[in-house]
Protein backbone atom coordinates (compact mmCIF):
# COMPACT_ATOMS: atom_id res chain seq x y z
CA UNK A 1 0.00 0.00 0.00
CA UNK A 2 1.41 3.23 -1.27
CA UNK A 3 1.66 5.53 1.86
CA UNK A 4 1.70 9.38 1.50
CA UNK A 5 4.65 11.55 1.72
CA UNK A 6 4.15 15.28 3.20
CA UNK A 7 5.60 17.72 1.47
CA UNK A 8 9.21 19.19 2.69
CA UNK A 9 9.05 23.08 3.82
CA UNK A 10 11.02 23.74 0.28
CA UNK A 11 8.58 21.76 -1.72
CA UNK A 12 5.52 23.81 0.05
CA UNK A 13 7.28 26.99 -0.97
CA UNK A 14 8.32 26.31 -4.51
CA UNK A 15 4.67 25.01 -4.94
CA UNK A 16 3.75 28.01 -3.75
CA UNK A 17 5.77 30.15 -5.92
CA UNK A 18 4.86 28.29 -9.22
CA UNK A 19 0.90 28.93 -8.65
CA UNK A 20 1.57 32.87 -7.43
CA UNK A 21 3.83 32.96 -10.77
CA UNK A 22 1.28 32.34 -13.08
CA UNK A 23 -1.14 34.23 -11.35
CA UNK A 24 1.21 36.93 -11.37
CA UNK A 25 1.97 36.33 -15.05
CA UNK A 26 -2.18 35.90 -16.48
CA UNK A 27 -2.82 39.16 -14.03
CA UNK A 28 0.50 41.38 -16.11
CA UNK A 29 -0.37 40.26 -19.51
CA UNK A 30 -3.98 40.60 -19.25
CA UNK A 31 -4.23 43.81 -17.51
CA UNK A 32 -5.28 46.11 -20.28
CA UNK A 33 -5.18 45.46 -24.47
CA UNK A 34 -1.36 46.87 -24.51
CA UNK A 35 0.07 44.74 -21.58
CA UNK A 36 2.19 42.30 -23.57
CA UNK A 37 2.88 44.94 -26.29
CA UNK A 38 3.78 48.01 -23.32
CA UNK A 39 6.21 45.55 -22.33
CA UNK A 40 8.57 46.41 -25.41
CA UNK A 41 6.85 49.89 -26.52
CA UNK A 42 7.75 51.53 -23.37
CA UNK A 43 12.02 51.32 -23.72
CA UNK A 44 11.40 52.75 -27.35
CA UNK A 45 9.51 55.25 -26.55
CA UNK A 46 11.82 56.49 -24.46
CA UNK A 47 14.51 56.49 -27.02
CA UNK A 48 12.48 58.05 -29.15
CA UNK A 49 11.66 60.87 -27.15
CA UNK A 50 15.94 61.10 -26.57
CA UNK A 51 16.58 60.74 -29.88
CA UNK A 52 13.97 63.37 -30.98
CA UNK A 53 14.88 65.88 -28.04
CA UNK A 54 18.38 65.29 -29.17
CA UNK A 55 17.89 66.28 -32.96
CA UNK A 56 15.50 69.35 -32.13
CA UNK A 57 18.92 70.68 -29.76
CA UNK A 58 20.90 70.03 -32.99
CA UNK A 59 22.87 67.37 -31.68
CA UNK A 60 23.23 65.15 -34.30
CA UNK A 61 26.66 64.49 -34.23
CA UNK A 62 28.72 61.60 -31.91
CA UNK A 63 28.29 62.10 -28.66
CA UNK A 64 29.14 59.13 -26.91
CA UNK A 65 33.05 58.25 -27.04
CA UNK A 66 33.08 54.17 -28.19
CA UNK A 67 29.27 53.52 -28.82
CA UNK A 68 27.23 54.98 -31.31
CA UNK A 69 23.99 57.08 -29.14
CA UNK A 70 21.28 55.36 -29.61
CA UNK A 71 22.73 52.05 -28.97
CA UNK A 72 24.50 53.32 -26.11
CA UNK A 73 20.82 54.62 -24.50
CA UNK A 74 18.93 51.13 -25.64
CA UNK A 75 21.08 49.45 -23.22
CA UNK A 76 21.03 52.43 -20.23
CA UNK A 77 17.28 52.14 -20.86
CA UNK A 78 16.49 48.67 -20.65
CA UNK A 79 19.10 48.13 -17.71
CA UNK A 80 17.41 50.57 -15.52
CA UNK A 81 14.17 49.73 -16.16
CA UNK A 82 15.13 45.93 -14.75
CA UNK A 83 15.81 47.51 -12.07
CA UNK A 84 12.95 50.11 -11.46
CA UNK A 85 10.06 47.73 -12.25
CA UNK A 86 11.46 45.11 -9.86
CA UNK A 87 11.70 48.15 -7.32
CA UNK A 88 7.95 49.32 -8.03
CA UNK A 89 6.48 46.09 -8.38
CA UNK A 90 8.42 44.50 -5.87
CA UNK A 91 7.52 46.97 -3.04
CA UNK A 92 3.62 47.02 -3.91
CA UNK A 93 3.60 43.47 -3.90
CA UNK A 94 2.31 42.73 -0.43
CA UNK A 95 -0.42 45.06 -0.69
CA UNK A 96 -1.50 43.70 -3.71
CA UNK A 97 -1.58 40.23 -2.73
CA UNK A 98 -3.45 40.48 1.11
CA UNK A 99 -6.32 37.92 -0.34
CA UNK A 100 -3.59 35.37 -0.64
CA UNK A 101 -2.44 35.76 3.25
CA UNK A 102 -5.82 33.62 4.18
CA UNK A 103 -3.39 31.03 2.96
CA UNK A 104 -1.41 30.33 5.89
CA UNK A 105 1.76 28.79 2.96
CA UNK A 106 1.54 32.25 1.74
CA UNK A 107 3.80 34.84 2.97
CA UNK A 108 4.45 38.32 2.58
CA UNK A 109 8.02 38.06 1.41
CA UNK A 110 6.83 35.32 -1.25
CA UNK A 111 5.06 37.86 -2.97
CA UNK A 112 7.61 40.26 -3.42
CA UNK A 113 10.15 37.09 -4.58
CA UNK A 114 7.34 36.07 -7.30
CA UNK A 115 7.26 39.54 -8.85
CA UNK A 116 10.78 39.85 -8.60
CA UNK A 117 11.20 36.62 -10.65
CA UNK A 118 8.47 37.57 -13.46
CA UNK A 119 9.51 40.98 -13.88
CA UNK A 120 13.29 39.53 -14.00
CA UNK A 121 11.94 36.69 -16.87
CA UNK A 122 10.05 39.62 -18.56
CA UNK A 123 12.74 42.60 -18.82
CA UNK A 124 15.25 39.99 -20.22
CA UNK A 125 12.59 38.87 -22.86
CA UNK A 126 12.26 42.69 -23.53
CA UNK A 127 16.30 43.09 -23.56
CA UNK A 128 16.29 40.40 -26.29
CA UNK A 129 13.72 41.32 -28.44
CA UNK A 130 15.32 44.98 -28.14
CA UNK A 131 18.90 43.45 -29.51
CA UNK A 132 16.89 41.32 -32.32
CA UNK A 133 14.96 44.79 -33.70
CA UNK A 134 18.11 47.23 -33.67
CA UNK A 135 19.92 45.10 -35.03
CA UNK A 136 17.69 44.71 -38.12
CA UNK A 137 17.68 48.74 -38.28
CA UNK A 138 21.38 48.31 -38.30
CA UNK A 139 22.37 49.46 -34.87
CA UNK A 140 24.38 47.02 -33.36
CA UNK A 141 23.72 45.68 -29.83
CA UNK A 142 24.95 42.67 -29.60
CA UNK A 143 27.18 42.16 -26.70
CA UNK A 144 30.71 41.36 -27.68
CA UNK A 145 30.85 39.81 -23.45
CA UNK A 146 27.53 38.30 -23.38
CA UNK A 147 28.36 35.88 -20.58
CA UNK A 148 29.54 39.43 -18.29
CA UNK A 149 27.02 41.05 -19.46
CA UNK A 150 24.29 38.35 -18.10
CA UNK A 151 26.01 38.61 -14.90
CA UNK A 152 25.39 41.89 -14.20
CA UNK A 153 22.09 41.98 -15.41
CA UNK A 154 21.44 39.20 -12.73
CA UNK A 155 23.05 41.77 -10.01
CA UNK A 156 20.97 44.31 -10.83
CA UNK A 157 17.72 42.58 -10.82
CA UNK A 158 19.08 41.20 -7.61
CA UNK A 159 19.61 44.95 -6.06
CA UNK A 160 15.93 46.00 -7.39
CA UNK A 161 15.27 42.66 -5.02
CA UNK A 162 16.59 44.13 -1.84
CA UNK A 163 15.46 47.27 -2.48
CA UNK A 164 11.66 46.28 -2.57
CA UNK A 165 12.48 43.87 0.04
CA UNK A 166 13.55 47.16 2.40
CA UNK A 167 11.37 49.82 0.50
CA UNK A 168 7.62 47.26 0.67
CA UNK A 169 7.80 48.02 4.63
CA UNK A 170 6.93 52.26 4.62
CA UNK A 171 5.12 51.83 1.25
CA UNK A 172 2.84 48.94 3.23
CA UNK A 173 2.32 50.84 6.66
CA UNK A 174 2.46 54.40 5.55
CA UNK A 175 0.54 55.57 3.54
CA UNK A 176 2.29 58.73 2.76
CA UNK A 177 5.38 57.21 2.08
CA UNK A 178 4.14 56.19 -1.63
CA UNK A 179 4.00 59.48 -3.29
CA UNK A 180 7.80 60.19 -1.67
CA UNK A 181 8.81 56.66 -3.26
CA UNK A 182 7.03 57.48 -6.30
CA UNK A 183 9.01 61.03 -6.52
CA UNK A 184 12.45 59.52 -6.36
CA UNK A 185 12.30 57.44 -9.15
CA UNK A 186 12.21 60.01 -12.01
CA UNK A 187 15.63 62.05 -9.92
CA UNK A 188 17.35 58.52 -10.00
CA UNK A 189 16.74 57.95 -13.56
CA UNK A 190 17.91 61.23 -14.43
CA UNK A 191 21.21 60.43 -12.21
CA UNK A 192 21.95 56.77 -12.82
CA UNK A 193 23.66 57.79 -16.66
CA UNK A 194 20.55 56.48 -18.41
CA UNK A 195 20.30 59.65 -20.69
CA UNK A 196 23.49 61.49 -19.71
CA UNK A 197 27.21 60.66 -20.10
CA UNK A 198 28.56 59.66 -16.75
CA UNK A 199 31.37 62.12 -17.68
CA UNK A 200 29.71 65.24 -18.87
CA UNK A 201 28.85 65.85 -15.13
CA UNK A 202 31.36 68.02 -13.59
CA UNK A 203 33.71 66.17 -11.27
CA UNK A 204 32.87 67.87 -7.84
CA UNK A 205 28.57 65.69 -9.21
CA UNK A 206 30.29 62.79 -9.76
CA UNK A 207 31.20 62.11 -6.98
CA UNK A 208 28.30 61.76 -5.58
CA UNK A 209 26.62 60.27 -8.68
CA UNK A 210 29.07 56.92 -7.79
CA UNK A 211 28.09 56.46 -4.66
CA UNK A 212 24.31 55.43 -7.05
CA UNK A 213 24.75 51.61 -7.14
CA UNK A 214 22.39 51.95 -10.04
CA UNK A 215 24.70 53.88 -12.23
CA UNK A 216 28.01 51.37 -11.53
CA UNK A 217 25.43 48.71 -13.05
CA UNK A 218 23.95 50.48 -15.94
CA UNK A 219 27.37 51.81 -17.08
CA UNK A 220 28.82 47.67 -16.65
CA UNK A 221 26.26 46.77 -19.09
CA UNK A 222 27.54 48.84 -21.40
CA UNK A 223 31.20 48.55 -20.88
CA UNK A 224 30.63 44.45 -21.61
CA UNK A 225 28.30 45.43 -24.67
CA UNK A 226 30.29 47.52 -26.49
CA UNK A 227 33.81 46.83 -26.95
CA UNK A 228 35.46 50.36 -27.59
CA UNK A 229 33.11 51.77 -24.74
CA UNK A 230 35.06 53.08 -21.75
CA UNK A 231 33.62 54.57 -19.21
CA UNK A 232 34.82 56.57 -16.13
CA UNK A 233 37.27 55.23 -13.52
CA UNK A 234 35.52 53.76 -10.66
CA UNK A 235 32.88 51.67 -11.99
CA UNK A 236 32.84 48.26 -10.33
CA UNK A 237 30.63 45.50 -9.85
CA UNK A 238 31.49 44.38 -5.87
CA UNK A 239 30.05 47.81 -5.19
CA UNK A 240 26.75 47.05 -7.04
CA UNK A 241 26.87 43.03 -5.24
CA UNK A 242 27.70 44.41 -1.96
CA UNK A 243 24.75 47.11 -2.01
CA UNK A 244 22.74 44.32 -3.78
CA UNK A 245 23.40 41.91 -0.58
CA UNK A 246 23.52 43.92 2.64
CA UNK A 247 19.72 45.19 0.95
CA UNK A 248 18.77 41.88 0.72
CA UNK A 249 19.69 40.66 4.13
CA UNK A 250 18.32 44.48 5.43
CA UNK A 251 14.96 43.54 3.65
CA UNK A 252 14.58 40.21 4.94
CA UNK A 253 15.49 41.23 8.89
CA UNK A 254 12.67 43.75 8.12
CA UNK A 255 10.15 41.47 6.66
CA UNK A 256 10.38 38.92 9.83
CA UNK A 257 10.00 41.74 12.36
CA UNK A 258 7.33 43.15 10.55
CA UNK A 259 5.79 40.62 8.93
CA UNK A 260 2.79 40.51 11.35
CA UNK A 261 1.88 44.23 11.47
CA UNK A 262 2.26 44.12 7.19
CA UNK A 263 -0.39 41.19 7.33
CA UNK A 264 -2.57 42.87 9.73
CA UNK A 265 -2.49 46.48 8.04
Same mark, same amino acid.
Given at each position: MKTHQPRTPWQVTLHVWYAMFMR #???????? =?????????? #?? @??? %?? /?MVSVRSML??? *??? /???? #? $?????VVGVVTFFLFRNIMNRGMAAIDANRAMYAYR? %???? =?? /? !? @????????????????? &? /? +???? @? =???IVPYQPLEVIWVWLWIALLGLGVALVLSLPYSLIPEMRKIITLITFPLYMLSGVIFPVFMFPLAIREYLMYNPVLHAVELIRIHTFSTYHS %?? *? &? #???? @??? !? +? &? %???? $???MLQIRFKIKMIAQ
Amino acid at each position: MKTHQPRTPWQVTLHVWYAMFMR #ETMARMSQ =DRFGPVWLLL #EP @VLH %VL /IMVSVRSMLGRT *GRL /IPGA #E $FIPWLVVGVVTFFLFRNIMNRGMAAIDANRAMYAYRQ %VHPT =DT /I !F @VRFGLETYLQSIVFVLM &I /I +AFTF @V =DFHIVPYQPLEVIWVWLWIALLGLGVALVLSLPYSLIPEMRKIITLITFPLYMLSGVIFPVFMFPLAIREYLMYNPVLHAVELIRIHTFSTYHS %VP *G &I #ELAY @VQK !F +A &I %VAIL $FGLMLQIRFKIKMIAQ
